[in-house]
């Protein structure tokens, strides 16, 4: 193969003498000129062998780089990398998410003594980790030996790999003994002795690897312990998750958690490579942190990692809610119908409340308040009646659904799904039918009564005609249905993030045992409040939240020019019935109308489908399931909609028990 003309020119630039900077910018086009246009590894790795070919040919050449790679080494920290690339920085979640938000602003420069940050501008590539990763231990070792590895250079190596694993054992120490892991360990005693061990440890370790002559066994020895000792410490670490499942998810608890993690592992890969010999595994080691640095960069990543176990522990508190709403008998269907119906009540003078505010003229943002200070008032006296609305179900069900596919494989474990997805279908044709049957009827009676009262209908014709043209199908109302989904799915969010703030910081001990709030309530009113904000402090934050983005999103959205509104069934039915008593009996005779009756029918659909939908892939995401055969199920609930179709909207009757006779 022909020797490519930018080698040489490469290599003439070759200068112990140059600066920083300038030595660090010839090696940046030297890693380009290896890349080319990253197409393929094998052609990286043929011109790393006429790099090294070269410098094998040439003794001018070899000791111009051997001089080249020591002033390297003497100008950065190799701990940076080898210790900390890859690694969060920051001790808090919030701060990491800042500090990785300025990275992927602000340019980075090649005047640096980090080598972190310069491993960054070498190897900016997911393609640098594959032929890293590609190296054999016959290029690893030539490399070393025209760059002097083997001689005086492999000094100031070792002692970087030493110096970085102290450096990553006194973080896990340090990370450890925080109050906020120590207070939530095991036996916390016991549990902190491996922390105070491991740097007994590793001052052996390092003993032993100073040796001369080299004890080989006392060194297997010290490397053992050392490695036993690391695990120990991650064993101690994992007690502080099951406080966490039981006392409520931290997000920076998970932070600090998974840093002693990386830490620990960082660890094991630090001296593995500092045992191997010569420069055997320096290429998985530089594979390693060129992938751990671009995952470090990733938002996407850090907002994954340490908010999955906070996903999880929201979808779990939803699921818990969610049993309540799906029904199973006829008794059960009965008194969702009835609860349903109670909302629907409500909810008929809410709206009739929301046309009364629009009749004061208020600016965007305070009849956006407003607005949603009504629906919030409406959805938290739903909750305290017992009472329910039907599209705030759908999001807190669908966890419980997700939580039933963890087993799929067991036997019966399909038809077990099949019938929790006819429960819970029947469950929201009641909630909606329940709603609907006394939403319309009641704003009916309430316009009546306003008209027996005032003289005229609480719409005025102009309104009256705008409510029926802004609920058409024709028009926008299935996008607003769907995005009106999408909040009620926030609300769930809103909802079992609050519940997990209320564990986490212990707020019903707070407010039973605190002694100004005792003082104040009495010991025993204290414990009742305490109790019943603990078991309802998920529904109201479902209620007032989903009441104030269904009153300012559409603020909101107008200030920024985007026309977005919302579109809620029973509350559009409530409208819908309030434009018709304007209009009269000849309503009924204009198409428009029938066009919004279909339209509320699919908007009803929209709120339950999108909301349902967004929680359903969150809940599979947070239970880890995996591997789903939807085929299968998909096959099964078309089976069981072809043989027993009435099963979705009526529950099936119930198959009395019939007890063996007994002879006496």
Not at 519 to 526: E, F, K, N, P, T
Request: with cysteine; hydrophobic share 50%.
């Amino acid at each position: 193969m022909a020797l490519p003309r930018d080698l040489d020119t490469l290599l003439d630039a070759l200068d112990p003498e140059a600066t920083l900077v300038e030595r660090h910018l010839w090696l940046v086009r030297l890693l380009d000129w290896m890349r080319g246009d990253r197409s393929s590894v094998s052609t990286t790795l043929e011109r790393l062998q006429l790099l090294i070919e070269r410098l094998e040919t040439s003794a001018e050449l070899r000791s111009r780089a051997q001089a080249w790679w020591l002033a390297l080494l003497d100008g950065v920290d190799g701990t940076t990398l080898l210790a900390d690339h890859g690694l969060a920085q920051r001790p808090v979640f919030l701060s990491e998410f800042i500090n990785r938000l300025l990275q992927h602003v602000l340019p980075a420069t090649p005047q640096t003594r980090d080598a972190s940050e310069l491993h960054t501008l070498l190897f900016p590539h997911d393609f640098d980790a594959a032929w890293l990763g590609r190296l054999d231990e016959e290029t690893e070792q030539r490399l070393a030996a025209v760059l002097g590895l083997s001689l005086t250079g492999a000094r100031p190596w070792r002692a970087a790999l030493e110096e970085s694993i102290a450096c990553c054992v006194s973080q896990i120490c340090a990370i450890g003994y925080a109050p906020e892991l120590r207070l939530r360990m095991d036996n916390s005693a016991q549990q902190l002795q491996a922390y105070r061990e491991l740097l007994v440890d590793f001052e052996t370790l390092r003993r032993a690897l100073q040796q001369r002559p080299l004890d080989a066994a006392a060194l297997e020895q010290a490397v053992q312990a050392f490695k036993d000792r690391l695990d120990a410490c991650r064993q101690a670490a994992a007690s502080v998750y099951a406080h966490l499942d039981e006392h409520g998810i931290s997000v920076d608890v998970v932070f600090r958690l998974r840093q002693l993690r990386e830490r620990v592992l960082r660890c094991r890969l630090l001296l593995d490579t500092l045992l191997a010999p010569g420069a055997v595994g320096t290429g998985k080691l530089l594979a390693q942190l060129t992938l751990a640095g671009h995952n470090n960069r990733s938002l996407r990543a850090l907002i994954a990692s340490n908010s999955s176990l906070l996903a999880a522990k929201v979808t779990e508190r939803s699921a818990e809610t969610g049993e309540h709403y799906i029904t199973r008998n006829r008794a059960e269907y009965a008194d969702m119908l009835r609860k349903a119906a109670g909302g629907g009540a409500l909810i008929s003078v809410t709206t009739l409340m929301k046309f009364a505010l629009l009749g004061l003229g208020l600016s965007a943002f305070w009849g956006g308040f407003a607005a949603g200070v009504n629906y919030a008032l409406c959805f938290v006296l739903v909750q305290l009646l017992h009472w329910t609305v039907a599209t705030k179900q759908p999001a807190m069900t669908a966890p419980a659904m997700a939580a039933k596919l963890k087993d799929l494989q067991a036997p019966g474990a399909v038809e077990d799904f099949v019938d929790e997805v006819s429960h819970l279908v029947r469950s929201q044709v009641a909630a909606v039918i329940g709603n609907l049957a006394l939403v319309v009827p009641g704003v009916l009676l309430l316009c009546g009564a306003y008209w027996l009262t005032i003289g005229h209908a609480p719409l005025s014709v102009e309104k009256a005609g705008h409510v029926l043209h802004s609920l058409t199908l024709f028009g926008p109302t299935l996008f607003f249905a769907a995005f009106t989904g999408l909040l009620l799915f926030a609300s769930s969010i809103v909802a079992g993030w609050t519940e997990n703030w209320f564990v986490l910081q212990r707020l019903d001990s707070a407010l039973r045992y605190h002694p100004r709030v005792t003082a104040v309530l009495g010991v025993a009113r204290a414990d009742r409040w305490a109790s019943w904000l603990r078991h309802n402090i998920s529904g109201l934050a479902a209620n007032i939240s989903l009441g104030f983005m269904l009153g300012l999103v559409p603020a909101f959205a107008a200030f920024f020019g985007l026309g977005l509104d919302v579109r809620h069934v029973t509350l559009s039915a409530g409208q819908l019935s309030a434009a018709a008593v304007t209009l009269g009996p000849d309503v009924l005779k204009l198409p428009l109308f029938w066009w919004c009756v279909l339209s509320i029918l699919l908007v009803g659909v929209l709120n339950v489908a999108v909301s349902f939908f967004f929680a359903f892939r969150l809940a599979l995401r947070a239970h880890n399931v995996t591997g789903l055969d939807r085929a299968r199920l998909y096959r099964a609930i078309r089976t069981r909609a072809r043989q027993t179709p009435l099963s979705f909207f009526w529950p099936p009757r119930e198959t009395p028990v019939v007890e063996p006779l007994r002879h006496g």
